[in-house]
């Protein structure tokens, strides 16, 4: 069973309170907030804490599974409704993400991955492919190592992929991801001069181990204020 009807169903409550004067209050973030379920299809969604629910989304699971999104983002193309009531379908390769059991899903790398740290500054670890290519003089064909013959003996080059895991940063002002290294934690202390400055007195060869402990002071001194409906 298609739970389209239950999605018209809960569309037309949703359009209807969609129509009200709701005041939106906004509230510190802290590790115990709840972010509000569903499909994130951007980053904007993501910072007014406003996702697509799962009663407007078109799945043949049901909406309130625990693992809905999980399996929804398992499809090469995500069926919805817009806030104005109309069909719309988008390709799983093109969503930000979204929201499963209060916690953030960002897909990045062709992957969905949690974002553990919330703030200022966000943190958050994925997969990426790794591709090396090395030029090999020795691997031919036609090599005999008594015997060379230049218009038969050709070298390749050999191409090797790996996966590696990898630290990422995600600016929630802009949306912006960043790699996890000095200069990126460097680049986003610069809004704040006195962690700027502090953070440049640390000896180069410590302020790598001194990373996590400038984001938290950043993020402790700008919280992010979330939206609750």
């Known amino acids: 069973m298609r739970y389209t009807t239950i999605a018209i169903l809960s569309l037309f ?3 209807a309170g969609f129509a009200q004067n709701d005041s939106v209050k906004r509230v510190k973030y802290t590790p115990e907030f709840q972010f509000s379920p569903g499909l994130y299809l951007d980053f904007n969604q993501v910072r007014e804490n406003n ?3 799962s009663v407007r989304i078109i799945s043949n699971d049901a909406p309130l599974d625990f693992n809905f999104y999980r399996n929804l983002v398992k499809n090469k ?3 919805y409704f817009d806030e104005f009531g109309a069909q719309q379908e988008i390709s799983t390769a093109n969503i930000w ?3 499963q059991d209060g916690k953030i899903y960002i897909q990045y790398n062709g992957e ?3 974002v553990p740290i919330i703030g200022r500054v966000c943190h958050f670890i994925a997969d990426v492919t790794v591709i090396d290519t ?3 003089p020795y691997y031919s064909d036609y090599y005999n190592p008594y015997y060379y013959n230049p218009y038969y003996s050709r070298s390749y080059n050999r191409t090797t992929k790996t996966r590696e895991m990898r630290q990422y940063l995600l600016d929630f002002e802009t949306g912006k991801v ?4 000095r200069e990126s934690v460097q680049v986003m202390l610069m809004q704040d001069p006195i962690l700027y400055d502090e953070f440049m007195k640390v000896k180069k ?4 181990d001194l990373l996590f402990f400038f984001l938290r002071k950043l993020n402790e001194k700008y919280p992010v204020m979330i939206p609750v409906r």
């Open 13 to 15: 409550c949703f359009t």
């Open 178 to 181: 960043l790699n996890f290294d």
């Open 134 to 136: 090395h030029y090999d």
């Open 51 to 53: 996702p697509i629910p």
């Open 112 to 114: 969905f991955n949690r």
């Open 97 to 99: 993400g979204y929201c």
């Open 77 to 79: 193309k995500i069926g």
């Open 205 to 208: 060869r410590q302020q790598n």
